[in-house]
Structures are given as C-alpha cells and as structure tokens.
C-alpha cells in the first residue's frame, strides 16, 4: 500500500510565494507520472501540473510561467513552486502518483489535500 503525504500549504498574500511537497511511502519500486490538482469551492478537481518519470512537465494555461513542479526520485516526492499567487488559486491541492508497488500493473495514489488560501 502506498500513502501519499502533502505539506507546505497556508495563507500567503496575493503576489507571495508557496512550496507544496508531497512524499509517497510504502512499497514502492518506481513511480511513473505524477500530478498536481486542485479543488476550488464550487468547481471540479483539475489537473494544473504533471510531470512524468523522465522529467518532462505540462502546465494548464492558468499556471504557466508561475508555477514549477520537480520531483526527486531518490525521495519518491514532487514538489510544487508557486509564484506570483492570486486569490483565483485559492484550493484544496492534491497530489497523485503512478506507482509500481509490487503488483503487476500501476496504481494511482492520492494523497489528502492541503489547503492553500491566497488573500488579496
């Protein structure tokens, strides 16, 4: 089984700075893909950033050019660099997994959300 943990959220003012890591522990042999979503109040979980095993990153429009997703194999965690913050990326952020955890096929894990408030 593997858990996923996120930290780093918080209240920042609008233009401020925020760093999100999410770790992924238990059996874990290789994780391929790994995301960032987000869920505002009134509107549906997005995908904004990912980035797979190779380190090759996509970016929904609405973060390109503020935000930076990295990951560090040897930690089996993502990271997420947001700047220039807005009170429109006020949510809940998640973080999810592909993981190859000893069964034969990958599964996608997620974690439980850490809540980021940008105040304008």
């Known amino acids: 089984q593997v858990q996923l943990v996120e930290s780093g959220g918080g209240l920042v003012q609008a233009g401020g700075s925020l760093r999100l890591s999410c770790a992924a522990s238990?059996?874990?042999?290789?994780?391929?893909?790994m995301g960032w979503y987000r869920h505002a109040p009134g509107k549906q979980r997005a995908l904004f950033a990912a980035i797979t095993g190779g380190g090759s990153t996509d970016y929904a429009d609405s973060v390109k050019g503020r935000f930076t997703i990295s990951r560090d194999n040897a930690k089996n965690t993502v990271y997420l660099q947001m700047n220039s913050l807005k009170p429109e990326d006020t949510a809940v952020y998640l973080c999810?997994?592909?993981?190859?955890?000893?069964?034969?096929?990958?599964?996608?894990?997620w974690g439980q959300g850490t809540q980021v408030t940008v105040s304008s």
């Open positions: 999810n997994a592909e993981v190859y955890g000893g069964l034969p096929y990958p599964t996608l894990s």
């Open positions: 238990g059996t874990i042999f290789s994780i391929t893909a």
